[in-house]
């Protein structure tokens, strides 16, 4: 076993190697609430940039329907059921794919996957997508080093905040609708 890299950081099996690009905070199983923060704001606002990117080129693209959710319901739908499904599903085929290939690669091919997926219900969501499920996927891959319950509950977290400003205007559109 060896050290995470900082004094009274937790023991981990076998550190996960990434690019020296990776910022620290991600990198590493180490302060737990700095990172939920700091990986917090990096998905919102990578994801409020390529929205606003998307939107200037393509005005007329398609969004995400969520008329079918209102209220507690939506609140529910898009901050605690998604994120928990999501991240189990990510969590498995993650762990699948870290059989076959390396972190970058399983991080990069699960990013891209969700971006897919996501675009089935409308295409250019999928553009922005893919950039948070960058950032969650690697919370797994970097957290599960310290034990699965922490590889799951970080990216849940990040992915139940990132969801709450969108979930807030979906459920009360006159009040927050402007948002997102």
Do not use: C, K
Not at 70 to 83: K, M, R
């Amino acid at each position: 076993m060896s050290e995470a890299g900082t004094a009274g950081a937790p023991t981990v099996r076998g550190a996960v190697e990434l690019p020296a690009i990776v910022p620290s905070f991600l990198a590493r199983p180490t302060r737990p609430a700095l990172t939920i923060l700091l990986a917090y704001l990096t998905t919102i606002l990578g994801s409020l940039m390529l929205a606003a990117i998307i939107q200037s080129v393509a005005p007329q693209s398609e969004s995400p329907d969520f008329s079918q959710l209102s209220g507690g319901a939506a609140l529910f739908a898009l901050i605690i059921f998604a994120p928990v499904v999501e991240t189990l599903i990510m969590a498995a085929v993650l762990s699948l794919l870290l059989r076959f290939v390396g972190a970058v690669p399983a991080i990069l091919l699960s990013s891209v996957g969700w971006g897919v997926a996501h675009s089935v219900q409308a295409a250019t969501w999928g553009l922005v997508i893919w950039w948070p499920f960058l950032i969650f996927s690697t919370l797994f891959v970097v957290w599960r080093q310290r034990s699965l319950a922490w590889g799951l509950f970080m990216p849940f977290i990040v992915h139940a905040l990132q969801n709450t400003l969108p979930a807030l205007a979906v459920a009360y559109p006159d009040r927050f609708g402007g948002l997102v």
